[in-house]
């Protein structure tokens, strides 16, 4: 079954960088749609950005130009690099997969595989 292990998180100060990994088994092939999300305590969980098996990729306005999805087809890992952090940033960061739903607009379907998350703190 599909496994995805995330791993990168940490705590930097704003205006710093971090680059989160997202393992996954052989079970998530090239044709899976991948994603991160966030989530913070009281908070409903955020659509970070998204990347299609054609390599096309979406963010949410809040990090657009200081976030970059990829994905390494040949190990089967996701990334996210995180620039220009900020406060507002901080969260526990999941990596999400699925064959189908790929779209991290509020309301669209949802992804049917997850990680356990890592967890991103940013200082001011």
């Known amino acids: 079954q599909v496994r995805l292990v995330e791993s990168g998180g940490g705590s930097v100060q704003a205006g710093g960088s971090l680059r989160l990994s997202c393992a996954a088994n052989r079970y998530v092939d090239s044709n899976y749609c991948m994603a991160w999300f966030r989530q913070t305590p009281g908070k409903e969980r955020e659509g970070v950005a998204v990347i299609d098996s054609n390599g096309s990729t979406r963010y949410a306005e809040s990090v657009k130009g200081r976030f970059t999805i990829s994905k390494d087809n040949a190990k089967n890992t996701l990334y996210l690099q995180m620039n220009s952090l900020r406060v507002e940033d901080t969260g526990m960061y999941l990596c999400?997969?699925?064959?189908?739903?790929?779209?991290?607009?509020?309301?669209?379907?949802?992804?049917?595989?997850w990680g356990q998350g890592t967890q991103v703190t940013v200082s001011s």
């Open positions: 999400a997969a699925d064959p189908t739903a790929c779209s991290v607009v509020p309301g669209s379907r949802p992804f049917g595989y």
